[in-house]
Structures are given as C-alpha cells and as structure tokens.
Nanobody, 124 residues
Framework: QVQLVESGGGLVQAGGSLRLSCATS????????AGWFRQAPGKEREFVAG????????DYADSMKGRFTISRDNGKNAVFLQMNSLKPEDTGVYYC?????????????????WGQGTQVTVSS
C-alpha cells in the first residue's frame, strides 16, 4: 500500500520560513517524480514544485520561484519543500504527490499518488 505522509506545516508570520517533509512508503521512490501542490480556501488545487528522479531537475510555479526550494532524499524515500519569505497568500493545505511518468510543469499531467495534506497558515 502506497502512503505519502506530510509533516512540518503550521502557523508562521509573514516573512518567516517553514520546511515541509513528505515520507513515502510502499513504492520504489527513486523511480518516481515527486512534488508539492497546495490548495487555498475557496480555490482550486495548484502546482507548487516538482522534482525529477535524480533530484537534478526541478520545476516551480512562477510565484514560488526564488522563495521555495524542493529537494529529495532517495535513500530516505522522502521529498522536502523549504519555504522562505512566506506571504499570507501562501496559506493553504500543502499536498505531497508522486508519479512515475508525471510531468510536473504540465497542467494536463497528474501524479499517481497523493498525501493527505498539511496545513500552512501565514499570518500578516
């Protein structure tokens, strides 16, 4: 059974930082592309960042470039999202995702698996 479990969310002031982690199990993580999505209240889920199998290639949504950094540790079957300079509009539920052939930057490409989400709240 494949599981993706996020952690690291919480409440932070604007300008602060958070590091999200996603622990995976039940899949050969090194063969999967992984990434993060988020969903703000009343809005659709949106792509945040993606990382390819080796970790050498990454993709980001334009509004996250320069503030967020995605990384992975294939030995620990985990993917991470370092979020700096957080803004109130970054508030939402952040979801970890993984897909064998998922193309992170392509809106018509979808991951195979999702986590349950972790809440991030940025206060002004």
């Amino acid at each position: 059974q494949v599981q993706l479990v996020e952690s690291g969310g919480g409440l932070v002031q604007a300008g602060g930082s958070l590091r999200l982690s996603c622990a995976t199990s039940g899949l050969t993580f090194s063969t999967y592309r992984a990434g993060w999505f988020r969903q703000a209240p009343g809005k659709e889920r949106e792509f945040v960042a993606g990382i390819y199998r080796s970790g050498l290639s990454t993709d980001y949504a334009d509004s996250m470039k320069g503030r967020f950094t995605i990384s992975r540790d294939n030995g620990k079957n985990a993917v991470f999202l370092q979020m700096n300079s957080l803004k109130p509009e970054d508030t939402g539920v952040y979801y970890c995702a993984a897909g064998r052939f998922w193309i992170p930057s392509l809106t018509t490409s979808y991951p195979d698996y999702w986590g349950q989400g972790t809440q991030v709240t940025v206060s002004s």
